[in-house]
C-alpha cells in the first residue's frame, strides 16, 4: 500500500517544508543552473519490516498512514534510523506534534499580523533563525523539565522550600516572556527582562549562601507592609485607597512584632554576588550589558522607531541572539544551583540531561534531546526524576 495523496497533503503542509528536528527547510528553489529541489523525505516512524527501525511497535499501526509518517531532511532520516533505540516511536510522535504545533503557531501569528512580519524580517535580516530556532526548542524543553521539579515541590510548604519554589518559577516565567517579547521585536525589553533574570539569580544564590531565607522575608514584608502604609496614608490616593481591601488584622500585628527588630537583610550587589559564586562574566559581560538597557541611552529607541511605525531602512542591525542563549543559560543555571544546595538526588537520566543542555549550549550539540525524551519515558513508566532529601 502507497501513500494516499491525502496523507501526503497533510504530511507536507503541516510540517510547513521544514524538518520536524533540525526545522531546515526541505524544498530548494531554482537556480541559473540547476532546477528546483526536493530534499524532504517521507518518513515512516514504524518500519513496514518487522526487523526494520522500531519495526516491533507495528501492532495495530497503518504503515503508510499520516500518523505513522514523519517529514525529515535526509541527515535526520538517517539518524533516527541508525540510531532507533535514541529515537523511539514514542520520542518521535512528540517530536512531529511539536513540530506542527510550531509551524501552526508560527503562521497563525503571520497571519494575524502581516505589518509586524514584515518589519520583523527587515529588523532580523542579521538573525540567524536556524539558531533562533533552536533555542527556542531548548527553552521549552528546559522550562518543561523546571516545570517538573516545581510540581515535586508542591507539597513542601516551609520557607525555604516555598520562596526557592518561586524563584525558579520567576524564572521560568521570565524566560517565557523573553522568547515572546523577541517575537513581538521588542529586543531591548528582552534585554531588560534578562536583568530580571539575572535578579533573581543572585538573590537566591545569597538566601542558599546565608541560608538568609527568615530575615529575607521579614524584610520584604516590612518593605512592602511600609509602602502600602504610605499609599493608604496620602490624601491624593484615597479614591484609588478606598477600592481595596483593608490590612489584615494578621499584618498588622506582624508589624508591630517587627518593629522592635532590627531586619537586617540586604539585596545582594551583583558584581560581589558574580565575583563570589566564581562567574565574573555573569556581572561583566551579562549583568552591565543589560543595564544599559534599563536606563536612557542616547540611542535608544533607534531600532523601535522602525517597529513603531513600520518605517523601512537600510540599516542592518546586529545580531543579538545571545540573549535568547544566555537566558536558557541562567535559567540552566538557577535549577542546578538549587537542586544542588537543596540535596536533590538525581536518577542519571535527569543528570544526563542537564548536562547535555549545557553542551548544547557551548557547541550546538542537539543530544540533548536525546535524553529528554529518555527523560519522557522513564515519567511514562512512572520512575522520578529524582528524589527530594528526606
Known sequence: MAISDKDRKLLWSRAGDRCAICKQPLTIDSTSSNTKSIL????????????????????????????????????????????????PSTAIKIIKSLHESWVKKTLEEQWESETVTTRTKNMSENHDNATILSYKDASGVLRHVATGFLLELYDQDDLKMRITRNYLAKSVKLVESIFQL??????????????????????????????????????SFVEQYDFNARAFAEPRFKSQTDLLPPVPEADKQRRKELRN????????????????????????????????????MANDGDRDYETVTGLRSTTVWPSQEYVLRNSILVLWTVLYDILFDLGVEATGTFRKFVDDLLVFLETGSQDYWRSYYALVESFKIGEPWFRLPQ
Open 40 to 87: 524532504g523525505e517521507e518518513c515512516h516512524i514504524v518500519a513496514r519490516a518487522p526487523n526494520g527501525p522500531r519495526g516491533s511497535d507495528r501492532m495495530d499501526v497503518e504503515i503508510d498512514s499520516y500518523d505513522n509518517l514523519v517529514l525529515l531532511c535526509p541527515t535526520d532520516h538517517r539518524r533516527i534510523d541508525e540510531q532507533p533505540l535514541d529515537f
Open 182 to 219: 523577541w517575537d513581538a521585536t521588542a529586543i531591548q525589553e528582552c534585554h531588560i527582562l534578562f536583568r530580571c533574570l539575572l535578579d533573581r539569580l543572585f538573590h537566591i544564590r545569597k538566601l542558599l549562601a546565608e541560608n538568609s531565607f527568615e530575615a529575607f522575608d521579614e524584610w
Open 261 to 296: 527588630k532590627t531586619v537586617g537583610w540586604v539585596r545582594p550587589d551583583a558584581e560581589e554576588m558574580a565575583n563570589a559564586i566564581q562567574r565574573d562574566y555573569l556581572y561583566l559581560y551579562m549583568f552591565r550589558s543589560a543595564s544599559m538597557h534599563i536606563h536612557p
